[in-house]
Structure formats: structure tokens, C-alpha cells
């Protein structure tokens, strides 16, 4: 079950990256000859207009295929004649696709599930927050300089340990700085607060919340585009981290690392219902496309972001890249992120072993 929901989960994302792809191509007239969802042997399709759209056999995410050259047409283009900006724009709009579909899930789920917020509603007596000087109703909206809205954005912007860190909260309108170090409580580094949480919108396990009370609806859109937009930046800190050495390669997770969370996953919360399972599956989802989002943006040969840079290039020089050195580029481009996969794979086998 775990390698059917992963193949899934991999395909949707896949097929929406590419879909923004050909939507775009078709506003600039560029020719889409071929809308594949999944890979391998075609297994049935239709034409429409100038692009066949096909179900293939495997189900690997799929392709939006680009003619790099028109002959004898003045109704439609290759993607090689497209203007610097209509290439940037065709290249951003798979990323972007990806985007909205993270932010669509997970208002979705963000309905279905208690609202935290930053909303501190409990100071333990003794505590860091106690002797610092933080009080009820204080709202936390930054730490270590980085904006906050919830429990799970306060904690992976803590600089980790005892080591301090500094909160500003905002009290009646006004924004207040604080040093404070953390204290350890059971294995965790803890400031003593407690935040305000709110029953979910839509009560779909039909749970008693006893006195947590049910918000309003704008704040749970909210709660849900704020997630998000914690997904996009932790993913970009998770890569520059990488790339700076501040991270191990060993950490990532490719496709045997992300079916084994997912399996994991499904174990747990088969045991409470198919309710589960779906809100569950679908916040993998929005991890998921907000990672490929992200990571296609960065400017890297062979990816979006590679493209893109290409498009800026020509954009201010005002001249086009020759198609052998662009293609040169992105091959060998392709050959790292390869040599990568196969890195990344081999370190989740071992994982499991």
C-alpha cells in the first residue's frame, strides 16, 4: 500500500507541475505535442487540437512535451523562439502550480484540524517566559528574526539546546524584544508557554473538544496559507544549509525514504479511519509539492530555476544562449542530479536496513 500511495502522491504533484507548464506554453502559442500522465508504454489518449494527452503505462508522474522546433506553421511556435520573458514565465509556472496546490490542500486540511496560533495563553510559574517577563495575551511573531504563527514555526526557529534565542511579541500594538534561553524538561528544551489552539472548523472525527471553542473561518484560511508559506522557507533554510555544509546529504530522503514515511504514515492512522488516512495523505502531498516547487526554483542546470537564469541572461544581454553550450548545460546538470539520486537512494536503503 505504501509504494501505491507513494507512486500517487508522486504522480499528482508531478502532473500539476507539468500542467502549469503546458498551460503557459499554450498562452504563448508555443506547440504542446504530447500531455503524458505517467511514463512508459502509451495505454490509451485523445487529440485535441495540436496536443495529444495520454495515460501511460507507469505511473512516474508524467511530461508536458515541447516542440523545440516548428516548420511551415505561423499559428504556433517552438519553445526555443519563445522571448526571454515568455521562456521565465513558462518555466516559473510549473513551480507555481505546485504552490497552489500545497496552499489549496492545506486550507483544506488546516479546516479539518485544531487552529494553533502564537497566542500565548499560559506562563508556567518559574519558567524561562516566567523570569524573562513574557505575559498572557502576548502574541510571539518573531523569533531569531524570523516571523512566526504557530507552535511548529517557534520550534524549528529556536537556535536549539540552551542556547538563547531571541522572541518579540507584540502587547497592545507595541513590539517587544526578549532574550530567552530555554529550559530542559523531559528531554526537551522548553520556554514555558503555553499557546492558544482552537477546535477545527470542520469536526469530520466528530471528537469532543470540551471547552476549546471553534474559531472563525478566516483564520483557519489563514492558518493554512501560513503553513505554507513555513514549508517554502524551511525547505530554502534546509538547502542552504546543505549546500553551505551546515547539513549532512545523509539527511535528505528520496523516493525509497519518502515510501517508507509513507507507509509509516498509513500504519498509524489506518487504525483510526480512512479520515485519517486521506488528511494524512494529503499533508504529505503539501510537503511534497512545496518541496518540488521550491527546489525547482533554485538555479541549478537542468532544473527550472537553471532555466530560468538562462531566460535573465538572455533577457539583459539581449542575446540568445546557443542551444548546444544551453543543452551542454543542462546535460551535465542532469548527470549531477542523477549521481545525487543514486547517492540519496543508497543512504535510504541503508536507513532501512
Not at 500511495?5 to 502559442?29: C, D, N, P, Q
Not at 471553534?214 to 496559507?225: H, N, S, V
Not at 538555479?299 to 533577457?315: K, N, S, T, W
Amino acid at each position: 500500500m505504501s509504494v501505491i500511495l507513494t507512486l500517487l502522491i508522486f504522480t499528482i504533484i508531478v502532473v500539476i507541475h507539468e500542467a502549469g507548464h503546458m498551460i503557459a506554453a499554450k498562452k504563448f502559442k508555443v506547440l504542446v505535442s504530447e500531455f503524458a500522465v505517467g511514463m512508459g508504454p502509451k495505454i490509451c489518449g485523445f487529440k485535441k487540437g495540436d496536443t495529444v494527452y495520454s495515460l501511460r503505462l507507469l505511473p512516474l508522474g508524467g511530461f508536458c512535451r515541447m516542440e523545440e522546433e516548428v516548420e511551415d506553421r505561423t499559428d504556433v511556435i517552438s519553445f526555443n523562439d519563445t522571448t526571454p520573458m515568455q521562456k521565465i514565465l513558462i518555466c516559473l509556472a510549473g513551480p507555481f502550480m505546485n504552490f497552489v496546490l500545497a496552499f489549496a490542500l492545506m486550507i483544506g486540511i488546516s479546516l479539518c484540524s485544531p487552529a494553533g496560533s502564537s497566542v500565548i495563553t499560559n506562563v508556567s510559574d518559574g519558567s524561562p517566559a516566567s523570569e524573562t517577563g513574557l505575559e498572557v495575551g502576548d502574541k510571539v511573531v518573531a523569533v531569531n528574526g524570523h516571523s512566526v504563527h504557530s507552535q511548529q514555526e517557534i520550534e524549528f526557529f529556536k537556535n536549539g539546546g540552551n542556547m538563547p534565542d531571541e522572541l518579540t511579541v507584540k502587547r497592545n500594538g507595541e513590539k517587544i524584544k526578549y532574550t530567552i534561553t530555554p529550559a530542559k524538561t523531559d528531554e526537551r528544551y522548553v520556554y514555558g508557554i503555553g499557546l492558544a489552539v482552537k477546535a477545527p472548523y470542520l469536526n469530520v472525527f466528530h471528537a469532543d473538544y470540551g471547552d476549546i471553542v471553534k474559531g472563525e473561518l478566516w483564520e483557519y484560511i489563514a492558518g493554512g496559507f501560513w503553513s505554507v508559506i513555513f514549508l517554502i522557507k524551511a525547505t530554502v533554510i534546509s538547502f542552504i544549509r546543505l549546500i553551505t555544509a551546515k547539513a549532512a546529504v545523509t539527511e535528505m530522503s528520496g523516493p525509497i525514504g519518502v515510501t517508507s514515511a509513507v507507509g509509516e504514515v498509513y500504519t498509524e492512522t489506518v487504525k483510526v479511519g480512512m479520515t485519517a488516512v486521506v488528511l494524512s495523505m494529503c499533508e504529505l502531498t503539501v510537503l511534497l509539492s512545496a518541496n518540488l516547487g521550491v527546489l525547482n526554483l533554485f538555479p541549478l542546470p537542468a532544473l527550472d530555476g537553471g532555466r530560468i537564469v538562462i531566460g535573465f541572461i538572455e533577457l539583459i544581454s539581449r542575446r540568445k544562449v546557443p542551444e548546444n553550450i544551453e543543452g551542454f548545460i543542462h546535460f551535465i546538470g542532469f548527470a549531477l542530479l542523477m549521481a545525487l539520486g543514486v547517492y540519496i537512494a543508497f543512504n535510504d536503503v541503508l536507513k532501512l536496513l
